[in-house]
């Protein structure tokens, strides 16, 4: 990917302005919108590898604005919110938003989330190593040696290379951080993973403190999986510890 270009969403157009200098210092090619509107115009017109969208604007909300977004594409979504109480209602009701930064923030902070949520999105780099066409099975986990990095367990396939998720022979499309969530648990069968374990593997940042942006993009990943639905639970919450697929 020569040139990442990254949508920024905000009617405040000071910080617009302050997030563009920063991302642009980067490296980054930016586009800015002052509205909802405007912003998925530049959808349609544009490749727009992230989106960073201010909570509350006019007309359309960030949240209402992420929906749409995320009925044709897969890119992440960062919202920009005033308030820290917001976190629940941000990734919470479906939005599909992958992370969060509160106002004022520090641009440094910003661009870092902002290049963990680009790191993640551009890895899929194809896996080049000779295998044999056979596969693997310990104990319920089945690991396919023609492409190791798809994982095979309670009706479920995860492929790494693809980020393909198929469960009984349905797709389930997962954001990129629900995905490496689901195959850091499905890859470590059995393992019990704490909420901080899982945030620092996943996000590739440190804990300062608590929060509970893990569980509630697991409870976004159940929802998606149907797992309350199912008899022999993916994902299992080890009370006071943390949460594991069970091999």
Known sequence: MSQINILVVDDEKEIAELVEIHLVSDGYKVFKAENAEEGLKILEEEEIHLALIDIMMPGISGLEMCKKIRETKNIPIIMLSAKSSDLDKILGLGTGADDYVTKPFNPLELTARVKSQLRRYTQFNPNNMETNKNEITIKGLTINNDDPNEIRLKGMSINKDNHKVVIEGKEVKLTPIEFDILYLLASNAGKVFSTDEIFEKVWNEKVYEANNTVMVHIRRLRGKM???????????????VGYKVEK
């Open 226 to 240: 149907k797992d309350d639905e199912r008899v022999d639970k993916i994902i299992t919450t080890v009370w006071g």
